[in-house]
């Protein structure tokens, strides 16, 4: 085990530009009911609605958090490094790392929205580290292979073959989610913790078991291993520039091949060569020179989580306790989402000037190594 344990600025430039895909990406969430809903939006109707319907499905839905996704398992590396330096328990840590994790998302799904990333990101780490403790690195590489490219056609396969049954009770929440108010809030935090369940480990269906949840969840295990061993190799430092031109490259071949032979995506080819060509492209960006825009992802990449919980109470405030659910069209969104990216810059500028971190790395770090920290 040995990454540099220093923060390296391409990686907090790649986390930045994941967390604007992120805000967007929520807000248009945050503003549907959970799975087992189709959702009608009466607003989006016009011409420029059609056009950001067209450029959220293309660039930004389950896109980015494939980054993110990559990037837990690759950033838990630093956290295992730092505390084998410092002569402690290294399962402790993770473990209350992984703990930490699952109480603070637990906590901001009941206060503001159900799809907080948190708790799944938990306990797929914890099965993750099981697997890095329990096995060498060519096995679990292999399997992360299986679990990214074979086990999720596989399941598609036989979710396609099967009827299942949504049995979410969404017109409740649709009710408390339209009232606004701050009691209707207070009432929306046992029903938000339902739909953490619901939506992400049943797919608002009725069994734990479904076919396309456990391709998902399977993806997301593959996805952390390959970070993890990612960052035991430093490939985002060690790929030269060239290398990354070439995925790009790549990434745009995947995807016109995979969208040709599998238009509807079974295979989650599409997802990932457009997340390879993203990320490379901004990896070239954060090396070629610095700008504005790279200072900006940083930013928000060396306080992600602080900025996550920021936007995650912004949209709370906005859609639910002030009612305004469904109220805004999704070009609208949009314009909001970047809004709040540069207020949580701002908001985390701030924080790092005055504190030298974000609040929630704060309490994260303390969590995870206690005052001594």
């Known amino acids: 085990m040995s990454p540099d344990e220093s923060r ?5 430039v ?10 967007i990406v929520n807000f248009v969430e945050m503003n549907s009911l959970p799975p087992g809903e189709s959702g009608v939006y009466p607003i989006w109707n016009s011409a420029l609605d059609e056009s950001f319907k067209w450029l959220y499905q293309t660039l930004f839905n389950e896109k980015f958090y494939l980054i993110f996704v990559f990037l837990f398992g690759y950033s838990l590396s630093f956290i295992v490094v730092s505390a ?13 790392r992984m703990g930490s994790l699952l109480l603070l998302g637990v906590g901001l799904a009941g206060l503001f929205w159900w799809g907080v990333i ?7 780490g914890l099965i993750m580290w099981g697997l890095v403790r329990a096995f060498n690195q ?5 399997l992360a292979v299986l679990l990214i490219l074979v086990v999720p056609p596989l399941l598609n396969h036989i979710r396609l073959a099967h009827t299942y049954q949504y049995i979410l009770d969404t017109q409740s929440l649709l009710v408390l989610y339209t009232h606004g108010g ?9 029903v938000q913790l339902q739909g953490v369940y619901w939506g992400f480990f049943t797919d608002g269906l009725n069994t734990p078991f479904y076919p396309g949840n456990i391709a998902y969840m399977s993806m997301l295990l593959g996805l952390f291993i390959l970070g993890w061993y990612g960052a035991m190799h430093k490939i985002i430092t060690t790929t030269s520039t060239a290398s990354y031109l070439k995925l790009i490259l790549f990434g745009i071949l995947l995807f016109v091949i995979t969208r040709l032979l599998d238009p509807k ?29 790279t200072r900006l ?34 070009s609208m969104l949009f314009f909001m989402a970047l809004a709040t990216y540069l207020m949580a810059a701002a908001t985390c500028w701030a924080m790092q000037r005055r504190f030298g971190s974000g609040l929630f790395e704060m309490l994260m770090k303390r969590m995870t190594y206690g005052k001594d920290g």
């Open 138 to 142: 060519q096995i679990n590489c292999l």
């Open 84 to 96: 084998q330096k410092k002569n402690l328990n290294v399962d402790i840590i993770v473990l209350r």
């Open 182 to 190: 701050f009691w209707n809030w207070i009432q929306l935090i046992p």
């Open 118 to 124: 948190l708790i799944p990101y938990a306990l797929f």
């Open 8 to 12: 390296v600025s391409e990686l907090d």
């Open 14 to 23: 790649l986390r930045g530009f994941a967390m604007l895909g992120v805000f």
């Open 297 to 330: 992802f940083a930013l928000i990449g060396r306080t992600s989580f602080s900025a996550y919980a920021f936007h995650l109470m912004v949209g709370a405030l906005v859609f639910y306790l002030f009612g305004l659910f469904q109220k805004f069209s999704i």
């Open 265 to 293: 995506d079974y295979f989650f080819l599409h997802r990932f060569s457009q997340t390879l060509a993203m990320s490379a492209g901004i990896i070239i960006l954060a090396r070629v020179r610095e700008s504005p825009l």
